[in-house]
């Protein structure tokens, strides 16, 4: 079964985006990963099989993305 993570970021740009969606297929090379950077919280969403969410916080961080879980 899939979920779907949606977190808020302070991405600026898609070529951030794309590195930052490059070094969390490390993780698990199955996520879809989205991005909607022209809303206000900068959403990025991950559909995926298990998704750790405080790695991908971890993991983003180490390239100064900065992003938190939404509620649901």
Same mark, same amino acid.
């Not at 779907?4 to 590195?19: D, P």
């Not at 490390?26 to 990963?33: A, G, K, L, Q, T």
């Given at each position: 079964?899939?979920?779907?993570?949606?977190?808020?970021?302070?991405?600026?740009?898609? =070529?951030?985006?794309? $590195?930052?969606?490059?070094? /969390?297929?490390?993780?698990?090379?199955?996520?879809?990963?989205?991005?909607?950077?022209?809303?206000?919280?900068?959403?990025?969403?991950?559909?995926?099989? =298990?998704?750790?969410? $405080?790695?991908?916080?971890? /993991?983003?961080?180490?390239?100064?993305?900065?992003?938190?879980?939404?509620?649901?």
């Amino acid at each position: 079964m899939h979920s779907i993570e949606v977190f808020s970021t302070n991405l600026v740009s898609m =070529n951030a985006a794309m $590195e930052l969606k490059q070094l /969390l297929r490390s993780v698990d090379n199955d996520f879809n990963i989205h991005f909607d950077l022209e809303d206000c919280d900068r959403i990025m969403r991950i559909k995926g099989a =298990n998704v750790p969410n $405080e790695k991908i916080i971890e /993991l983003a961080a180490t390239v100064d993305v900065c992003c938190k879980v939404l509620p649901d």
